[in-house]
Every structure is written in structure tokens, then in C-alpha cells.
């Protein structure tokens, strides 16, 4: 795919093309098959191409020597006699040569991130722009290929140099890559049993990593094992989880299943609405149905967004990956749409996958002018890429400023949220719940006449608390029972606690009234079945459609 779109591009005669990646080695396989491929169509002549690589440390011509066949032509390298450690005075000779009829030169720049960023480079940058100009006008036969870790590409060098993304590689080809180095290890290491099914899940716990450091994995395991086993599958999960935390992304395996969450009776029951159209999306989109692929939680903190998107995601047996995008948007200057892209390509790897998009109203606003535009570039991508992601990747976004949509109404459009639910305060039923599912996995039993007791009163005396907030008040009280000696944390401790602590809806009642004010004019659906209404009275009963298809209409 990655050598389709390059080949496409040199045809383009696109003199510039970024390959934001470490994995040189592949890019530069990619680009020798792409070049072949265009000698066998008879784009160019095999005598004729000439691909030099330059690094700091060495520089390098490949030429193709013939063969009977296209499969037989080799490729040939010698030192390159006009290379220089220094890329100016590189790209100074490389302006230099005589690029003769038919002939057409491919030029890898590698490190390029490094070497074209930072004010010390401003030369170099300035050089490069010249001869992309140069090669575009004169119709010279030139590609240049930046290669390195990701950056944002100089504002100077865009109008002739295209980012081509190196895809991070999906089940199919990590399988055929992970596929060939295990018939190689099967021959040096006969003792080891490779079994399918641990294979299968080695690959899956793969995905998401590039194709060299899945190979770095599988081989660190058999050597320190001497053994294919789950010890893999944990290595390369542990692996994936902090590459993945080095982007915008981190990557969670959901624990807690729908019986973890009280209230939010209208939330579950659209899960449980959209299992069947989800789990069977491709029977369902031949039958003509729309699957649903994204939900937009809004609500006041501590009420359950976070933990909707766990529990949606363990539901239907999906990898959470948390997307923060405030921490996408404050990354250093320069490293935004390197960061960004990163994001999808991991997104596109690991889906079928659930992405949560924690306060998504972060990625609206931000530093204006003073990053040259990126800001409003990358946020230009981001809502392109929430209207056109694939649906494999279900996105739940959650809010807790409604704001920004009202300034900005295109995030809720572009989105394609197949529901927004507004997530109240619980009421005392959901209190009682709360409380008995706290105790509960905190290893007490609910029916226990203490514990009993404990949530019939605290729910009762709780009334604008939230589940988080109740949850601290049951840490506390569970602390105080161990610490007093007892073995049951007592009643009055929990009303003593609740009674002490001040709940964030009487501190910001007025940002509750007016997130409430705006979700009563129909703009969601509310999470739970009996929502606190103004004064506190339960507002009227109203169930969500689970069809996947009731996208609120925005006023
Ligand atoms: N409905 C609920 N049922 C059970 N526990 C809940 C519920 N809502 C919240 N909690 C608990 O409260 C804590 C905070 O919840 P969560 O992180 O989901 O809140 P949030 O709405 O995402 O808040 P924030 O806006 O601060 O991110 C978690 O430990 C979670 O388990
Ligand atoms: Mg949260």
C-alpha cells in the first residue's frame, strides 16, 4: 500500500515526499520496489536510476544492475563521492549534478526530522526548498525522500513536499512480517513449539507497534524464555502500553463490566441496543444498516463518563485507547501534527478498538497565531478525521463544558455521534447503588446488615453528590474501620463523612443549572432513567432509542 502511494506520488512528479518514520529500512525497501516497479512499466530505464541515501555519518549511490528478468536486477552500492557530513553542502552538490536524458535521481535524506528542524538548520531548510522549487519548474527528474521521526514539516517546504505516513502495519501484514521471522526462528531454535493460537495472539497484542519493534519483541522473548509463550503476548502488551503512552494515546485493557456502574439505566440499554449491529457490522451493513460509532457523554465530573467508556469498551471485548487531546494540543511547537498523525496511526492499527476522547472540548481553542497556524491546522484535522474515521474505531467523548459547543457547534456535527446522553447527579436509588458497588468491590458485602445499613443512610443524606465523591467517602470510612479496629465500617462514619465533605454541585450549582437548562431544550438524551430536575425534583422519564440513528438535532 505504502509502495502504491509512493509510486503514485513520484509519478506525480511530486519533488518532495516526508515518510514520517524510524523504520528507515523498510522505507527504503519500500522505495527500491516502487522505483522497480516503475523501470518494469517503463517509467524510467534501469540504467538511468540513480538512488543516493545520505545520513550524518555516510552517504551511499544505489544503482540497478540488469538482469534477464525484473526479478534478477540488483541493486548496487558504492560510497558517494560528493557527500559531506554537512546536509547544506550535501544538497549543494546534489544541485550541482547534471541530471542527464532519462535519467532520474532518488534521494533519501534519513534523520530528516533532526536535520531540518531547529533554527540552526534554517540554511539547510532554504537550500532544500530551492531545489524542491527547481525540480518542480524545470520538470527535472528529482525525488527527494525526507525520512525520520516525526515533525512538523517547515511552513517553506509544504507547497512542494507531501507527507506520506508509513502505516503502522495492520493484522494481515504484521502477520505475513511476524510470519517469515518465525519460519526463520522455527529452523534455529527446533526445540520451541510455535502454536497458532499463540501466534494469533501475539499479533494482536502486536498491534499498534511498528513492524521492527514487534520483531525486537518476538526475538528479546524466545531469547530470555527459550519458549513461545503467554510471557510474549504480556511482554509485548507491557511494550505497547508505554510506546503507545508516549503519544497522545494510552492504552487500557477495560476490567469493569456493566454491573460496576450504577444508574445510567438509558446508557446501558443503548450499549446493549447497538451488541448486535456492532458484534456482526458486516452482515448488518449488507442488510443496509448504519452502524453506530460514536457517543458523546456530557456531564458535571465524577458521574461515570470516564468509566462508561471502560465499561462500553470491556462490553464488547474492545482495547480502550484513551486520546488526550489537551495534552495533543499543549505538545511543544512543532510536534503537534507529528503527535496527531501518530494518533491515527495507532487508531488504525489497533481497531477494532474503542477511543475515548476525554474532554473534547479541549481541542477547540488554543494558541491562536503564535504557532504559525498549527493549532487551527491540527484542529481542522481533527474534525475531518472525527467525520471520516473508520467506524471500526468507536469514539465516546466525553465534556464537562458546553461552551465551547455552543461557540462551536461543528465539534457535536462532525462528530456523527450517534448519541449524546447527559450525564446527571445520581438520585438516591443510584446512590444506594453506588455505594453498594463501591463496598462491594472494595470486598464488603452489600447484604451484610452493617454495610446494609450504611447504604440505605448514606444514599438517603447524599442527595447532589457524585459517585465519585461517594466513592471517596466510602475509602475513608473503610480506612477508619481498619485503623479503629473494627471489621465493619459503621453507619454514622458514613454520614459523618458525607456531612463533612462539600459535593462540587453546591460549589458550582450554577454551571450545573446551566448545562441542565441546555439538555432540557432537547439537545441529548438524559444517561440515567429519573434525572434531578430543576429544585431538585425528578425531572420526566425518558428512554433513548437504541437504533444507532438518534442524532439529536443541535438549536
Ligand atoms: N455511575 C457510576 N457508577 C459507579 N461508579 C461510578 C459512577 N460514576 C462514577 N463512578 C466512579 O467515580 C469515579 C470517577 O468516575 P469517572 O472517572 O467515570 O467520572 P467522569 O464523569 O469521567 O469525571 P471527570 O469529568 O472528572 O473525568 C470512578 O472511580 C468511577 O468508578
Ligand atoms: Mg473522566
Given at each position: ?6 509510486e503514485k ?7 518532495g ?7 528507515e529500512?523498510r ?7 516502487a522505483i522497480?516497479?516503475?523501470l ?6 534501469p540504467?538511468?536510476?540513480?538512488l543516493f541515501?545520505?545520513?550524518?555519518v ?7 544492475k540488469k538482469?534477464d ?10 560510497p558517494?563521492?560528493?557527500y559531506?557530513?554537512?546536509l547544506?553542502?550535501?544538497?549543494r552538490?546534489?544541485r550541482s549534478?547534471?541530471i542527464?536524458q ?15 528542524s531547529?533554527?540552526?538548520n534554517v540554511?539547510a531548510?532554504r537550500?532544500?526548498r ?14 527527494i ?11 517553506t ?5 507531501r507527507?506520506l ?11 505475513e ?7 526463520a ?6 526445540e520451541?513449539?510455535?502454536d ?11 498491534l499498534?507497534?511498528?513492524a ?5 519483541l ?5 531469547v530470555?524464555?527459550?519458549?513461545f509463550?503467554?510471557?510474549a503476548?504480556?511482554l509485548a502488551?507491557?511494550e ?11 492504552y487500557?485493557t477495560p ?5 460496576d ?7 446501558k440499554e ?7 449491529l ?5 452482515t ?11 457517543l458523546?457523554?456530557?456531564g ?12 462500553l469498551?470491556?462490553h ?7 486520546f488526550d487531546v489537551?495534552s ?6 512543532g510536534?503537534?501534527?507529528g ?8 487508531l488504525?492499527?489497533c481497531?477494532?478498538?474503542v477511543?475515548?476522547i ?8 488554543g494558541?491562536g ?5 498549527t493549532?487551527g ?16 474505531i468507536?469514539?465516546v ?8 459547543f455552543?461557540?462551536?457547534?461543528e465539534?457535536i456535527?462532525?462528530?456523527?455521534f ?6 446527571d447527579?445520581p438520585?438516591e436509588k443510584?446512590?444506594?447503588e ?16 452493617v454495610i446494609?445499613k ?8 447524599s ?15 473503610i480506612?477508619r474501620?481498619?485503623n479503629e ?10 454520614l ?7 459535593p462540587l ?6 454551571k ?6 441546555w439538555?432540557?431544550?432537547g ?8 434525572v434531578i ?6 425531572a420526566?422519564?425518558?428512554?433513548p432509542k437504541?437504533?444507532?440513528?438518534g442524532?439529536p438535532?443541535?438549536?
Amino acid at each position: 500500500m505504502f509502495e502504491q502511494a509512493l509510486e503514485k506520488l513520484v509519478r506525480a512528479r511530486i519533488p518532495g515526499v516526508f515518510v514520517p518514520t524510524l523504520e528507515e529500512d523498510r522505507v527504503l525497501k519500500a522505495v527500491r520496489a516502487a522505483i522497480k516497479n516503475l523501470l518494469v512499466q517503463r517509467v524510467a530505464t534501469p540504467e538511468k536510476v540513480r538512488l543516493f541515501r545520505w545520513s550524518r555519518v555516510s552517504g551511499w549511490v544505489e544503482t540497478l544492475k540488469k538482469g534477464d528478468s525484473p526479478d534478477m536486477w540488483v541493486w548496487d552500492s558504492v560510497p558517494w563521492d560528493r557527500y559531506d557530513s554537512d546536509l547544506t553542502s550535501t544538497l549543494r552538490a546534489l544541485r550541482s549534478e547534471e541530471i542527464g536524458q532519462g535519467q532520474w535521481d532518488f534521494v533519501s535524506i534519513l534523520d530528516a526530522g533532526t536535520e531540518l528542524s531547529g533554527p540552526e538548520n534554517v540554511v539547510a531548510v532554504r537550500m532544500l526548498r530551492e531545489i524542491l522549487a527547481e525540480t518542480r519548474s524545470d520538470g527535472v527528474a528529482r525525488t527527494i525522500i525526507l525520512v525520520g521521526a516525526d515533525f512538523d514539516l517547515p511552513e517553506t517546504l509544504r507547497a512542494d513536499c507531501r507527507v506520506l505516513p508509513f502505516e503502522i502495519p495492520d493484522t494481515a501484514s504484521l502477520g505475513e512480517i511476524l510470519g517469515t521471522r518465525i519460519s526463520a526462528l522455527k529452523n534455529s531454535y527446533p526445540e520451541i513449539v510455535f502454536d497458532s493460537t499463540q501466534i494469533e495472539n501475539f499479533i494482536r497484542a502486536c498491534l499498534g507497534l511498528s513492524a521492527g519493534e514487534a520483531l525486537h519483541l518476538l526475538s528479546l522473548s524466545i531469547v530470555t524464555h527459550r519458549a513461545f509463550d503467554d510471557r510474549a503476548v504480556e511482554l509485548a502488551l507491557k511494550e505497547k502500553k508505554a510506546l503507545v503512552k508516549s503519544s497522545a494515546l494510552e492504552y487500557r485493557t477495560p476490567r469493569l463490566g456493566m454491573d460496576d456502574v450504577a444508574g445510567l439505566e438509558n446508557v446501558k440499554e443503548w450499549i446493549r441496543g447497538c451488541d448486535k449491529l456492532w458484534k456482526n457490522r458486516e452482515t448488518a451493513k449488507q442488510r443496509g444498516c448504519s452502524i453506530p460509532s460514536g457517543l458523546l457523554l456530557i456531564g458535571i465530573q465524577g458521574c461515570g463518563k470516564s468509566l462508561t467508556a471502560e465499561v462500553l469498551a470491556g462490553h464488547w471485548g474492545l482495547p480502550l485507547l484513551v486520546f488526550d487531546v489537551g495534552s495533543l494540543f499543549g505538545s511543544l511547537l512543532g510536534q503537534t501534527e507529528g503527535a496527531f498523525r501518530k494518533v491515527k496511526e495507532i487508531l488504525n492499527a489497533c481497531k477494532p478498538c474503542v477511543a475515548f476522547i476525554d474532554e473534547i472540548e479541549k481541542s477547540f481553542g488554543g494558541q491562536g497565531d503564535l504557532d504559525g497556524g498549527t493549532t487551527g491546522r491540527v484542529n481542522a484535522s481533527f474534525l475531518s478525521w472525527l467525520q471520516e474515521k473508520p467506524e471500526e474505531i468507536f469514539v465516546v467523548a466525553s465534556a464537562n463544558d458546553i461552551g465551547k459547543f455552543v461557540e462551536s457547534p461543528e465539534i457535536i456535527r462532525a462528530g456523527r455521534f450517534d448519541q449524546i446522553f447527559f450525564v446527571d447527579l445520581p438520585d438516591e436509588k443510584a446512590r444506594a447503588e453506588v455505594l453498594a458497588i463501591k463496598f462491594r468491590q472494595r470486598g464488603y458485602r452489600a447484604n451484610d446488615p452493617v454495610i446494609k445499613k450504611c447504604i440505605a443512610e448514606g444514599a438517603n443524606v447524599s442527595a447532589g453528590y457524585s459517585p465519585a465523591e461517594l466513592e471517596a467517602c466510602v475509602k475513608s470510612v473503610i480506612n477508619r474501620a481498619f485503623n479503629e479496629g473494627v471489621e465493619v465500617p459503621r453507619a454514622a462514619w458514613l454520614l459523618e463523612a458525607i456531612a463533612r465533605r462539600v459535593p462540587l454541585s453546591r460549589t458550582m450549582s450554577e454551571k450545573l443549572e446551566s448545562l441542565r437548562g441546555w439538555v432540557r431544550d432537547g439537545r441529548a438524551e438524559a444517561a440515567s432513567l429519573a434525572v434531578i430536575g430543576q429544585n431538585g425534583k425528578p425531572a420526566e422519564r425518558r428512554s433513548p432509542k437504541a437504533d444507532g440513528g438518534g442524532f439529536p438535532v443541535l438549536r
